[in-house]
């Protein structure tokens, strides 16, 4: 048997023993052949073993009764007792906790029944050592006093008489219980019957409640379905509506998209054409002010040429002025200075404006004032060329032909600002070519005529 299991029945533990232990040694020690035998000095560990190993000595000398009836009735404590008794268990615990105070107080064990102690020639022992050779030695005679008052030898009447006592009171304590049980199970019975009943009415009631409560719902659901499929069908149709609606918005928005991409595309080339129109009309715009530029610096130079030539003029009119100081022509000829000076004038200012867009002059009253201006110079060129007859008369031919050769200078730079547009060109302004020719242009006519010398006092040229 297992130490649990006696502690379990007796009772027994080392707290318990130095608690009721009443040896001279007082509580349990370890000595050191003890822990020499047991391999430790643990209290607990020693005192187990040594319980364990007491105790079947004990139940060796009483022929295993203790042993055979803890086992018999499963170490059931209660049960044990009240097949032994009480006293004869607390009577077994003390002569285990007795032999255990024994054993440690002369430090005598059976496992060293047969060692030799070596003692010196000085060291004198007195009395006899125990010895565990016999079976009654195993237990001191205390010990063994408590054993025999246990009685284990006559338990075996007791437990007979017990065991007869327990049948008869058992079987009629066997027979009421069985009347007992039966009582109480056909009060169950009854019981349950009335509780299936009243479970079976109840639930008969609650199908009936469900069937009633079923019946008016899927009335109500029937009822509220009809009220509800007329509903969804106009719904059904107003999706289907509106699925055929947003068809054709779908498919006008890709027309719209496709339109307007083709819109932009074309809005694209238009723009790129027109940026295309605008980049040509200002190179063309730049092109016709770069030539404008060119024929005013032509101009420019052509009217310094034509300075030039009237700074010549007037030296040889100085010279003709110095041959004539007697005549009474002298002021005439100052007058065609004075008039090639104001020409000098006018064709300074026609320089310094800019041609009009499109070549078309624009109407103002100075322009016409310049018009009315190149009329009276002309007449006044009229009157010249009298004077001039005159003076080839009077052997000035060769002066006389280098003012000619300034005039005509002076009637082409004219004519090439009216054909340029920078002065308009009146309808009724005469072009004299050439002094040498017959004819002359009329400004807006289609078809010339001959030059009428005779009308401004002039002759043919030879």
Known sequence: MTYEQISKVLGVSLTDYNRQNNSLIGNFKVSNLLAKLT?????????????????????????????????????????????????????????????????????????????????????????????????????????????????????????????????????????????????????????????????????????????????????????????????????????????????????DLESAKSTLLSVETKQREQITQGLENVKNDLLEKQTAINTAQETSNQAKEKALEVATNLGKTDKRVLALENSLQEKAEYQDIQDINTNLAEIQARMNQLENREPSPGGVPQENPQIQNNTNEIQRVATNLGKTNKRVLEIENLNLTTTLDTIKEDLNLLSGLVMKFINKGLIPAPTKFKEITNFSNETYTEINTKHPRPYNWTEFGLKKDR
């Not at 005192?47 to 007491?54: C, D, E, P, S, Y």
């Not at 007795?98 to 102690?117: C, D, G, K």
Request: charged share 25%; aromatic share 8%; net charge negative.
């Open 39 to 251: 391999g430790s000095i643990d209290e607990e560990l020693n005192f187990k073993k040594m319980v364990q190993n007491i105790f079947e000595t004990c139940d060796a000398l009483i022929n295993q009764k203790a042993s055979v009836i803890f086992e018999r009735l499963e170490f059931h404590k209660d049960n044990i007792t009240d097949l032994v008794g009480a006293k004869r268990l607390d009577l077994l615990k003390n002569c285990i906790y007795n032999e255990i105070a024994f054993r440690i107080s002369t430090n005598q064990y059976p496992e060293t029944i047969n060692s030799v102690n070596l003692l010196s020639s000085s060291v004198n022992v007195y009395g006899d050592v125990r010895s565990f050779g016999f079976a009654d030695s195993f237990l001191n005679p205390v010990a063994q006093r408590i054993l025999i008052n246990c009685n284990f030898e006559n338990i075996e009447a007791e437990i007979n008489d017990y065991l007869n006592n327990i049948s008869v009171v058992g079987k009629e304590e066997f027979t009421q219980k069985i009347s007992e049980l039966s009582t109480y199970i056909n009060s169950l019975n009854e019981e349950r019957k009335q509780s299936i009943l009243k479970l079976h009415a109840l639930l008969q009631h609650e199908r009936n409640l469900w069937t009633d409560a079923i019946k008016q719902n899927t009335f109500d659901l029937n009822r509220r379905l009809v009220m509800v499929e007329l509903p969804l069908m106009n719904i059904q149709n107003v999706l289907n509506n509106q699925k055929e609606t947003t068809e054709n918005i779908k498919s």
